[in-house]
């Protein structure tokens, strides 16, 4: 079972960059495809961005395309969200999310198949 602890969340102004970092312990990393979900305040969580096993397939939700990045490094067992030109909306709780057993170069974006999550890191964009 993989553990997972994200890091990186804060208070940002509008405009501004952050990058979350995740790692991975307790399992093998390359065998879990890895997504990042965010929840804001009454809100349901949501897909954000999402990445094969290979690290070569990406997808994004449509609010981050182009200004969000994801990205994996297998032998440091760690996935990154590069956020750029932050918004107010982007204010949430991030959680980093690992998906057992996916095809190497495929990827989700439905929460349900995402098996570990970590305990979430807040992210606060101010206008």
């Known amino acids: 079972q993989v553990q997972l602890v994200e890091s990186g969340g804060g208070l940002a102004q509008a405009g501004a960059s952050l990058r979350l970092s995740c790692v991975a312990s307790?399992?093998?990393?390359?065998?879990?495809?890895m997504g990042w979900f965010r929840q804001a305040p009454g809100k349901e969580r949501e897909f954000v961005a999402g990445?094969?096993?290979?690290?070569?397939?990406?997808q994004y939700a449509n609010s981050v395309q182009g200004r969000f990045t994801i990205f994996r490094d297998n032998a440091k067992n760690m996935v990154f969200l590069q956020m750029n030109s932050l918004k107010p909306e982007d204010t949430a709780v991030y959680y980093c999310?690992?998906?057992?057993?996916?095809?190497?170069?495929?990827?989700?974006?439905?929460?349900?198949?995402?098996?570990?999550w970590g305990q979430g890191t807040q992210v606060t964009v101010s206008s």
């Open positions: 999310a690992a998906d057992e057993g996916r095809a190497y170069y495929s990827v989700s974006d439905s929460l349900p198949d995402y098996d570990y």
């Open positions: 307790g399992g093998f990393f390359s065998n879990y495809a």
């Open positions: 990445c094969s096993r290979s690290g070569d397939r990406r």
